[in-house]
């Protein structure tokens, strides 16, 4: 049951990027998937021709796939140099924002801004606050295995436009799952 749960969850969340992004995926040579876990998302990527260039970062990824870069490590500390070089046109973070700890969040930014080619775009999903309880409460009812709920830090999704002004720009953001999760698409500024 836990699983088929987290699995319901993961896809919605992944369905809610895929079709936010759709206009955007058919140009992208070059896609990023922060928090990859075992490369769900990038494998819908493999349908398309040709296939992009897809990398991924997560500490825990053991899910090797031939056409996936696959990072083990954390965001952005254990991000190899050659990552940060202006070459992704869109880079997704679906339900990893609210495990940063506030301390590293300029340099999550700054990292971004350093990946994203001219005229890309960043894809976040960022569960509300209280989504921390919810899931507090379906651990306990063992409906769900979060995992990494202790990394949670309750970050406030109506933050992140705030702190990624200096390099973004906000084209996109809406609520989905009864307003409890919010999408946003940033685009980067033509200067940075």
Not at 52 to 66: E, F, K, M, S, Y
Not at 127 to 135: H, N, S, T, W
Request: charged share 20%; with cysteine.
């Amino acid at each position: 049951m836990q699983m088929a749960v987290d699995r319901l969850l993961r896809y919605l969340r992944t369905q809610q990027a895929w079709q936010a992004a759709q206009n955007l995926i058919p140009a992208a040579q070059h896609i990023f998937d922060i928090g990859c876990d075992d490369n769900y998302f990038l494998r819908q990527f493999l349908k398309l021709s040709p296939i992009p260039n897809l990398v991924g970062i997560d500490p825990a990824t053991q899910h090797h796939h031939p056409q996936i870069k696959n990072i083990i490590g954390r965001f952005p500390e254990d991000l190899p140099h050659s990552e940060q070089q202006n070459q992704y046109d869109l880079i997704f973070g679906l339900a990893v924002f609210e495990h940063f700890p506030e301390a590293s969040l300029p340099a999550v930014v700054r990292t971004l801004a350093a990946m994203l080619a001219p005229q890309g775009r960043v894809v976040l999903t960022i569960p509300q606050p209280v989504v921390d309880y919810l899931v507090n409460v379906l651990t306990m009812l063992h409906l769900i295995d979060a995992k990494a709920q202790a990394e949670h830090h309750h970050f406030d999704p109506a933050r992140l436009p705030a702190l990624m002004a200096e390099y973004f720009i906000l084209e996109k953001h809406y609520r989905f799952e009864c307003g409890m999760n919010n999408l946003m698409i940033f685009r980067r500024k033509m200067n940075e």
